[in-house]
């Protein structure tokens, strides 16, 4: 049974992924996961907010002194790359542990670190970058035409400066959705990751304090992102990789009838433990051995809406079908 395909224009052996998070942050896990069958692996992202965090922390274990604000940018730098430093560290040893694509991924806010960080991604020797650009409009100050301003800038100025694959991670707050992620596709990234899940807040009515709510995905969340890669596969420029809700191997087979290139696993790793990615695989292949299909291909994107069809009419025709029947 071959499970080949491609991943931002990169040769791997299963089209499951393993997706950015706590556990791809650890040598061990990777390895477990390439034995396993990951067809590559994104390791945690960079959060800007952390090396901003470290930069602090060590400017408040020195003593004030009048030469310190001469010498801060100084510092600041010096301790942006040393915590750079070890996360390409580990980088590096992922790449000499491993065969299978080492994905990099990374989350600022600011458009000049993007820049600066994103450059050492590629000489670490990452095979390809995820950029988490899982920007959630909450200020009632920012437009639509902002967050189009944002995306382009970024993207532009990054196409330009790596020339390793990139993929860019979204969330499905935009007002235009399909049109935006048209336009996305067509700024020269690889792929396009749907969706990032956005870490939720929650109320303890006893407290009256805010808390976290879980933030491990629940099996429900599989229909958003299903809908939207069936939407938009066949109408996109790049790959779609598919994440959120995707906790049992046949997730994994509707994804890929729907036309996503690739399908992230994260929260069923975290809850089954990473030799989960072994049973997604085996149950993969065992659906294409019980529909007699020999490669990924003979039915990838099968029941995509197709690049000339309307969606709209589409689901409109679902709904009444449906409807119907009550
Ligand atoms: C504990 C945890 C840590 C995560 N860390 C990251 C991260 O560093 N970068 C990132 O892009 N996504 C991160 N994610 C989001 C996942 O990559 C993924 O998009 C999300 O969990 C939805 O997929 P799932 O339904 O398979 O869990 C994290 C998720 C979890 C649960």
């Given at each position: 049974m071959d499970t080949r395909t491609k991943y931002l224009g990169l040769d791997v052996e299963s089209p499951i992924i393993a997706g950015?998070?706590?556990?791809?942050?650890?040598i061990d896990n990777l390895v477990k996961l390439q034995d396993a069958g990951a067809g590559a692996v994104i390791v945690k992202s960079v959060f800007e907010e952390q090396i901003i965090y470290d930069i602090k922390r060590n400017l408040s274990m020195m003593a004030p002194t009048d030469s310190y604000g001469m010498s801060y940018e100084y510092i600041a730098a010096h301790v942006a790359d040393d915590s750079l430093g070890q996360y390409f560290n580990f980088i590096k040893e992922a790449k000499k542990r491993l065969h299978i694509p080492v994905i990099g991924s990374i989350n600022c806010y600011s458009f000049e670190n993007w820049m600066t960080y994103t450059q050492r991604f590629q000489e670490a020797g990452c095979d390809g970058l995820e950029?988490?650009?899982?920007?959630?409009?909450?200020?009632?100050?920012?437009?639509c035409e902002d967050v189009d301003r944002l995306f382009s800038d970024i993207i532009n100025t990054l196409r330009k400066s790596v020339s390793i694959p990139i993929s860019v991670k979204v969330s499905h707050?935009?007002?235009d959705m399909a049109n935006f992620m048209q336009r996305l596709s067509w700024m020269g990234i690889n792929g396009i990751t749907m969706f990032n899940k956005s870490l939720n807040v929650d109320i303890d009515t006893d407290t009256m304090q805010i808390k976290h709510a879980p933030s491990l995905s629940t099996p429900e969340e599989l229909y958003e992102t299903l809908r939207w890669v069936a939407i938009l596969s066949k109408k996109l420029r790049c790959d779609i990789s598919a994440s959120t809700g995707v906790h049992k191997p046949e997730d994994v087979v509707k994804l890929l009838l729907a036309g996503a290139g690739s399908v992230q696993v994260v929260s069923c790793l975290y809850k089954n433990g990473v030799e989960y990615m072994r049973t997604l695989n085996e149950g993969l292949r065992s659906w294409m051995a019980e529909k007699g299909f020999d490669s990924i291909q003979q039915f990838?994107?099968?029941?995509?809406?197709?690049?000339?069809?309307q969606a709209s009419l589409f689901f409109r025709t679902q709904f009444m079908k449906h409807f119907a029947q009550l």
């Open positions: 950015s998070c706590g556990l791809t942050n650890d950029l988490n650009m899982a920007i959630l409009p909450y200020e009632t100050t920012l437009s707050n935009f007002t990838a994107g099968k029941l995509a809406v197709k690049a000339n069809e």
